[in-house]
């Protein structure tokens, strides 16, 4: 019986954490969007900082830890932004970016990705 039950516990946390894993690209549209989220906080563009969370809302699955890249790339942009005193994009370039960013999230994070079979 414990033979058992440790051979199912180490399966069940085999697939889990299988689950949690993320391609590059998957990883590499998060943190664009952390980064987009930083430079729109810096710039005061609170618009697009609402589209960007409902974006993220919309594709991610509910893990902490994509919400921990995303916050960690926000923060490390936004203090980059403000410390070199960089200029803001202009909105429209700034929103097409965004608007390209959301594109690349929602393939990367389709349904059919985050289905345990895959």
Do not use: H
Request: aromatic share 8%; hydrophobic share 45%.
């Amino acid at each position: 019986m414990f033979k058992s039950t440790q051979i199912i516990l180490a399966l069940l946390l085999m697939w889990g954490f299988q689950a949690l894993a993320t391609t590059d690209e998957q990883t590499q549209s998060l943190e664009q969007m952390g980064k987009l989220n930083g430079i729109a906080l810096g710039c005061r563009y609170f618009d697009q900082v609402k589209i960007i969370k409902k974006a993220l809302v919309q594709a991610l699955p509910k893990r902490r830890e994509l919400g921990r890249v995303f916050e960690s790339v926000t923060d490390q942009t936004y203090r980059e932004f403000v410390a070199s005193k960089a200029a803001c994009p202009a909105p429209e370039a700034f929103a097409a970016e965004l608007e390209a960013a959301i594109e690349s999230l929602n393939q990367n994070f389709s349904p059919e990705l985050q289905s345990p079979g895959k």
